[in-house]
């Protein structure tokens, strides 16, 4: 390997990670965060490199435009999507306090450039400047587009921390008493408002609208604590799915699942499960 090369597979290997993030916050898909880093990649390396001063500058505008292309595709595909769309998966040992699942579920309801706007300069932290260059627009065009995400989403953020050894605590308890069948345990710390939205893609069963509310919740666990055997499903790991406390679990199906607590004050405000194969599949 040449000097000039191994400089290249060094420089790549610096930044995929932190683009394949920002990617990823932008469409909420793993397989296509990797398709649009891997594209420009292959664009940076393709250019005369000695006319890009900063790679990552360039590349920052590569991968956001791609995204914001890919993303118009995206939003239309998902108004066809069969019951309810929820991001990929991610999980880690730690939580992401900047970008949480209910945030990412927020920023669907942005326009692509709010939200980029909103990513690039609030999360990522760059400049105004920068973003300005990124998107191909005025400083106070982007100024004004994440001033109007912030407010979109502003109930979004997590409101209340919690220890982490606690958090693994509750989704433990969690999965013990959703897959024994214990209502009681399963019901004592559910939040009264506490909503369930899962998402099997059309590939696996699951319900095709939220449910909401303490009653409903509690009747769609007692059903469900019917149909499977705790023999049959197996607790892989826990983590924090999408920067929420939960799990991943092996299930009757042979399937891997993954479940995500929003936690109010120490109680679930929210529940949340990936079924759908397709995006279960970098966990294997």
């Known amino acids: ?3 000039n090369e191994a400089e290249i597979a060094a420089t790549i290997k610096q930044l995929q990670p932190k683009l394949v993030r920002v990617a990823y916050r932008m469409l909420g898909s793993v ?8 594209d420009a990649l292959i664009r940076w390396v393709s250019v ?3 006319d890009v001063r900063d790679p990552e500058a ?20 998902r108004k066809n999507y069969e019951g309810i769309w929820l991001p990929d998966p991610i999980v880690d ?34 400049p105004f400047e920068e973003v300005s260059s990124i998107l191909q627009r005025e400083i106070t065009a982007c100024r004004q ?10 109930e979004a953020r997590p409101r209340f921390q919690i220890e982490k050894r606690r958090a693994f605590e509750i989704a433990e308890a969690f999965y013990d008493a959703s897959r024994t069948g214990n209502l009681t345990a399963l019901g004592a710390p559910l939040a009264a408002d506490v909503t369930f939205r899962a998402d099997g893609g059309g590939k696996r069963p699951t319900v095709l609208e939220p449910i909401i509310g303490f009653e409903p919740v509690m009747q769609f666990f007692a059903t ?5 055997s705790k023999d049959l499903s197996k607790l892989v790991r826990l983590g924090f799915v999408n920067g929420l406390p939960g799990f991943v679990s092996h299930e009757s199906d042979g399937e891997y699942s993954t479940t995500a607590l929003d936690l109010n004050e120490g109680r679930i405000a929210a529940i949340y499960v990936v079924r759908n194969p397709d995006k279960l599949r970098h966990l294997h």
């Not at 397989?31 to 891997?38: L, P, R, Y």
């Not at 956001?64 to 939003?75: E, Y």
């Not at 469900?224 to 499977?228: E, G, P, Q, Y």
């Open 93 to 126: 040992d730690e939580d992401d306090e900047d970008v949480t699942l209910p945030l990412m579920l927020a920023l669907e309801r942005l326009s692509p450039l709010e939200r980029a706007s909103f990513l690039l300069h609030n999360v990522f932290g760059l």
């Open 145 to 154: 587009l994440a001033a109007r995400a912030r407010t979109h989403i502003r």
């Open 58 to 77: 360039f590349m920052h505008r590569a991968v956001t435009r791609l995204c914001l292309d890919k993303l118009r595709s995206v939003q239309r595909e």
């Open 48 to 50: 005369e490199r000695n």
């Open 31 to 38: 397989h296509d965060a990797q398709d649009v880093v891997q």
């Open 224 to 228: 469900l604590a019917r149909s499977i």
């Open 1 to 3: 390997m040449t000097r």
